[in-house]
Structures are given as structure tokens and as C-alpha cells.
């Protein structure tokens, strides 16, 4: 076989063999109790996407050196069948996060698009928010790497000034804290774990704790900006009702679960948030010394990918 | 310009949630600052920027998006929008709307809105938390007197 075309299905397989197993973990710590603790959103991140991460950074800073320096040149070998069904399932992976992710950059994109024509700016709590005239009462943050707040002018006049002012500081939250961004790389991540319910119970509370995060940072625990939000979620959540009845086409009732605990949330006395079990700082030293720790070990390295070569033949 | 053989094409809004690409969104623009139908030739004079051919193929994909109305004009085709601007970008987004809070799309779509979308509303449900906003407001002005 070409050195080229074992290459790739070396980096593939390896991909595809870190990412099922770091799948399998992230798994049975999650059902082994993590589920049922409170944990705040950076951990719930970090675990939806340790097995996309973390495969990639194995493979790029241990096998590709370790596999480079220790094969030798012009050899050619053939591989195992269990090298190319691991490459196959890799391949397969990744290009449905790559259709995933472009699917969910073009509908912001085109959301965007369309808004960009119509309705007007408005500066609400020091950002600009793009208001549209549509019957839905929509207010969001749309768009991954630079997004933009929308909002309908059905939102602004059912709220008053300093409710409007608190549903954009909430969007604004979800803007510095880059949410989008993370979505699209929950959305993009291409591992074993996307196949798996624990994958969509991990996003949803991710999204879960991510707005509530957004609450706390944008009512800076003020009691009255806290009232102000969870009387917008209300009157947004009845607009949603209205909308509803105005067009019948329209199947999206409103998460009455969601808005509850955020309302009662809001109105009960600020609590801390989780305390934060991995912090970024953490997580980049990890990535950064895994290399380096690495490198002794390259020639083990090589022998475990020959392994995996022949493995079957 | 008459429209003597105006072509008859479906009521429904084809278009929708499929979203305007920038030159399709220019070339409406121009049609609805003029207000009549208009031919290639005339809509290619104002972007000279452009291949004839490139305004005659956004034009046609405009067509089959349901958004402009075509007549024969002579040996072309003038064209003319079919909803005013204000309607048509407002049903543009609002489709997006629709398509983007959709259950199955929940999953794949980089939004984070206000309120998800996807339960039930429970007006008695909404009326009691309404009700709670209300008594922790009146507490909170009793306490600042």
C-alpha cells in the first residue's frame, strides 16, 4: 500500500480508536452519577467534546510524530481489516459533523441574510440589536463566529424598556461567553458520542446551564433586574401563544418547563453557581503537556500503530 | 411596460425559509425601487459589475423561487417582484423562525434564543409565574420606601 494512503488511514484509525474509547468513557463516568450532580456548563462542555478533542490532539501530537520518525521509508505494507473499518467509521464521522456544521453555519447565514435588508438597529443596554417585523416573538443570538442579536418587534412592545433591556443583556451574556461558538463544535463534533443518548443529555444541559449562566451575568444579581427578566420570559412565552393562534402553520408551543424553573430561579434569592471542577487554564495545560509527555514514548507509540496495522491479517 | 402574456405561476410562497443570496436580494431591491416590470438588458445596464448572463440566471432562479412575476416583453422576459419588500422579507424571516425553532433542527442550528421553543404553553402555569413577578415586584418597592 502507499506510504500516503497508510498514513491517512493511520491517522483515521488512530482518530477513530482515541475517540471510541474516550466515547466509552465519558459514558460510564456519566452514568456512573455525574448525571444526577449539579455541574456547571464548562464540564458538561468539556466532557461532550473530550472525545472529538482529544482523539484529534492524540493524533496530531503522538501518532503523526511517533508514526514519522519511526516507520521506515519506502516500505510498502498492506492493513489490517480492523485499521480500515476504524478509518471508515472515522471518515464517516467526520464528514457528518462537516455537513452538520456547514448545514447549521448556512441557515445563520441565511437567517442573517434575510434580516439584513429588513427591519432597523436599535441600541439596547450597549449593543446593537437588529429588530425585525415578524408575527413570532423571536429573540436570539444567531450566527457561530460573529454573531449578531435579533429581536421582533413584537418582543419590544410587549415588554417594557427596562424588560427589553435585561432580555438583551441576557443575549449579550451568550455573546461574551462565545455559546454560539460552542454550539457549533457540539454540533461539528465528530466522535462515537454523537450516536449515543448520553451525547444529547450532555447537550441539553450544557444549553440548560448555559442559560442560566446568561441569567445570572446579565442580572448581576440586582433583585430588580432579576424581576425585570423573569417578567420578560413570561410575556415572551405568552407571545408565543399568540403567534401561535395568528398562524396555525406554526407547531412551536413554548417550553413551559424551561421558562418555569428560570422564572422561579429568577425570583428565588441568588444562589452560586456549581463550583467549577475544570477550569480552561486546566483543560490547556493537559492539551499542552500530553505532547511533550509524549515524546519518550514514541517508539512504544509506533509499535502499538504497527499492531493496530496488522491486527486481523 | 404592459404585461400582455403574463405567465401564471402557483399562489404559494416558494421561497420561503430558502433565504436570498446577495445578488438576488440586490436585483429585488432595483425591481422594487422601480416598480414595473423590467427586462435583462435593463437590469443589467444598472450592474455593469456583472455578466449578462449571471442577472439573467439569478433572475430565473428568482422565478423558480416563486418571488418574481415574468412576462414575455418582445423576444425577452421583463420582470416584476411578487410581494411587496416589506412582506416579503417579513415572511422570509418569519420561515426561518419556524424552521429554526423546529424540533428536529433544535439539535443542528447555532442560536441561542430567549425562550426554547419546543413544550407546551400552559396559560395557568404562565398566569401563576405572573403572579409571583408581581408579588416579588410589590415587595421590592416596599422595601425601597
Known amino acids: 500500500m502507499n506510504s500516503a494512503v497508510m498514513l491517512g488511514l493511520v491517522l483515521l484509525g488512530t482518530y477513530g480508536l482515541t475517540a471510541l474509547v474516550l466515547s466509552g468513557l465519558v459514558v460510564l463516568v456519566w452514568n456512573a452519577g455525574l448525571k444526577q450532580k449539579a455541574v456547571g456548563s464548562t464540564e458538561l462542555l468539556v466532557l461532550r467534546l473530550l472525545p472529538a478533542a482529544g482523539g484529534l490532539l492524540v493524533v496530531l501530537t503522538v501518532v503523526l510524530p511517533a508514526f514519522l520518525s519511526h516507520e521506515p521509508h519506502q516500505q510498502r505494507e498492506a492493513a489490517g481489516p480492523v485499521l480500515v473499518v476504524l478509518a471508515a467509521l472515522s471518515f464517516l464521522a467526520l464528514a457528518l459533523g462537516g455537513w452538520r456544521s456547514w448545514q447549521a453555519f448556512r441557515t445563520a447565514r ?7 435588508p429588513a427591519g432597523r438597529w436599535v441600541v439596547a443596554g450597549g449593543q446593537k440589536v437588529k429588530v425585525v417585523n415578524v408575527p413570532e416573538p423571536f429573540v436570539a443570538v444567531v450566527g457561530g ?21 435585561q432580555v438583551i443583556a441576557h443575549e449579550a451574556a451568550h455573546v461574551s461567553a ?25 447537550t441539553r444541559r450544557w444549553r440548560a446551564a448555559a442559560e442560566l449562566e446568561a441569567d445570572q451575568r446579565a442580572t448581576e444579581n440586582d433583585p430588580r433586574k432579576r424581576v425585570a427578566l423573569a417578567a420578560a420570559l413570561i410575556k415572551v412565552a405568552r407571545a408565543w401563544g399568540a403567534a401561535q393562534r395568528v398562524r396555525p402553520v406554526l407547531s412551536m408551543p413554548v417550553a413551559s418547563d424551561d421558562v418555569e424553573a428560570r422564572v422561579r430561579k429568577l425570583l428565588a434569592p441568588p444562589d452560586p453557581l456549581p463550583p467549577k471542577l475544570v477550569s480552561a487554564k486546566a483543560v490547556a495545560w493537559c492539551a499542552l503537556l500530553i505532547p511533550v509527555a509524549a515524546l519518550p514514548l514514541y ?15 | 411596460m404592459r404585461h400582455p402574456q403574463r405567465e401564471k405561476v402557483g399562489i404559494t410562497f416558494r ?32 450592474f455593469p459589475d456583472l455578466a449578462y448572463t449571471t442577472v439573467m440566471t439569478t433572475l430565473d432562479r428568482l422565478y423558480r423561487k416563486g418571488l418574481v412575476l415574468r412576462h414575455k416583453h418582445g423576444r425577452a422576459f421583463a420582470y416584476q417582484p411578487r410581494y411587496a419588500r416589506d412582506r416579503l422579507l417579513s415572511e ?20 441561542s434564543t430567549l425562550v426554547r421553543a419546543v413544550g407546551r404553553t400552559d396559560t395557568a402555569l404562565l398566569d401563576e409565574l405572573d403572579a409571583l413577578v408581581q408579588a416579588e415586584r410589590s415587595r421590592l418597592k416596599l422595601g425601597e420606601k
Open chain 2, 15 to 46: 421561497g420561503r425559509g430558502s433565504g436570498l443570496g446577495p445578488l438576488e436580494t440586490r436585483l429585488l431591491e432595483l425591481l422594487w425601487v422601480e416598480k414595473c416590470a423590467l427586462t435583462v438588458r435593463y437590469l443589467h445596464m444598472a
Open chain 1, 110 to 116: 441565511s437567517l442573517l441574510g434575510n434580516c439584513g
Open chain 1, 145 to 165: 463566529w460573529r454573531p449578531r442579536i435579533v429581536a421582533t418587534e413584537c418582543v419590544i412592545s410587549a415588554c417594557s424598556e427596562e424588560e427589553f433591556q
Open chain 1, 299 to 313: 517508539s512504544c507509540v509506533h509499535k502499538l500503530v504497527e499492531a493496530l496495522v496488522r491486527l486481523g491479517l
Open chain 2, 92 to 111: 422570509l424571516i418569519s420561515g426561518h423562525v419556524t424552521d429554526l425553532l423546529g424540533v428536529s433542527r433544535e439539535s443542528t442550528v447555532v442560536l
Open chain 1, 178 to 202: 462565545r455559546d454560539n461558538l460552542k454550539q457549533l463544535l457540539v454540533i461539528a463534533s465528530p466522535d462515537a458520542l454523537s450516536w449515543t443518548r448520553v451525547a444529547a443529555d450532555l
